[in-house]
């Protein structure tokens, strides 16, 4: 049986970190995105679920802008050059 782990918390799981190192270095490490479309949101979700060594949160600000929460700065670095990446193919 393979067992599939994800490092995304939910809004109570990352509540609870509340007062935490990990909320604070979450919070440092935290991304906004802003105008990303509906294919691109699951395509960044289905990234982070396969690649994220580390904890994050993702929070829906409005219908295209997101913040994210990274207890990993690397996590940060490798989502900004995903979506870098997706910036460019449609210039």
């Given at each position: 049986m393979h067992i599939m782990t994800s490092m995304q918390l939910d809004?109570?799981?990352?509540?609870?970190?509340?007062?935490?190192?990990?909320?604070?270095?979450?919070?440092?490490?935290?991304?906004?995105?802003?105008?990303?479309?509906?294919?691109?949101?699951?395509?960044?979700?289905?990234?982070?679920?396969?690649?994220?060594?580390?904890?994050?949160?993702?929070?829906?600000?409005?219908e295209k802008r997101i913040s994210i929460y990274f207890e990993s700065p690397i996590d940060k670095e490798n989502v900004t050059q995903v979506l870098r990446q997706f910036s460019n193919d449609d210039e």
């Open positions: 809004q109570v799981e990352f509540e609870l970190l509340k007062g935490t190192e990990v909320m604070i270095n979450m919070i440092k490490n935290r991304k906004q995105v802003v105008g990303i479309s509906n294919d691109l949101f699951e395509d960044l979700l289905d990234y982070l679920d396969a690649n994220a060594e580390k904890l994050f949160y993702v929070r829906s600000l409005s």
